[in-house]
């Protein structure tokens, strides 16, 4: 369970837990507010990455909604704004309820089997991609490129670490 105390426009993590992608409406929050928030109408926003949801705070609690839930590797944010009819009034900074981190995959989600790779223990990647050799190679793949490399000219004779020093003096 979460626990979030408003004072004004400070917005303080009490209590927290460890959150995990994919799970839907299993953490519970518990807001807690100061005298600063009596008589407001109240909003809580959760975020993480790209994914923002906004829930009306009737009753002092909610759950972390889904949404903001399936990609792990984000923060978890939270933040509370007051209005007074239609005006936002007193809005909080953003609370880190932590990273989200990878959830366990379900039987669904698992990719099929690759190929078991040949006895020498090298694995044939045509047979992976379905593409011959030739299709492959990036200098033949990419139209023009032979050409452009032909246009570099051959390495000239090494220098020694000294010379080149003298070179830019």
């Known amino acids: 369970m979460f626990v979030l105390y408003a004072e004004k426009n400070q917005l303080t993590v009490r209590e927290k837990e460890p959150v995990t992608s994919g799970s839907v409406n299993v953490y519970p929050v518990r807001f807690e507010f100061s005298s600063d928030w009596d008589g407001l109408t109240k909003a809580v926003m959760f975020q993480s990455g790209c994914a923002e949801k906004t829930l009306s705070l009737t009753g002092g609690a909610c759950t972390i909604p889904p949404e ?5 590797g984000y923060f978890l944010i939270a933040g509370v704004c007051g209005k007074s009819g239609d005006s936002i009034v007193l809005p909080t900074v953003w609370a880190n309820l932590g990273l989200i981190q990878e959830g366990a995959v379900s039987l669904e989600d698992i990719p099929p089997d690759i190929p078991d790779p040949p006895p020498s223990g090298t694995i044939d990647h045509r047979q992976l991609s379905h593409r011959d050799a ?3 190679h990036p200098i033949t793949s990419i139209s023009g490129l032979d050409k452009e490399l032909q246009r570099i000219p051959e390495p000239v004779e090494a220098l020694t ?3 080149l ?4 003096k």
């Open 134 to 136: 030739a299709e492959q």
């Open 165 to 168: 020093e003298d070179m830019l």
């Open 68 to 72: 903001v839930l399936d990609t792990a």
């Open 161 to 163: 670490n000294t010379e």
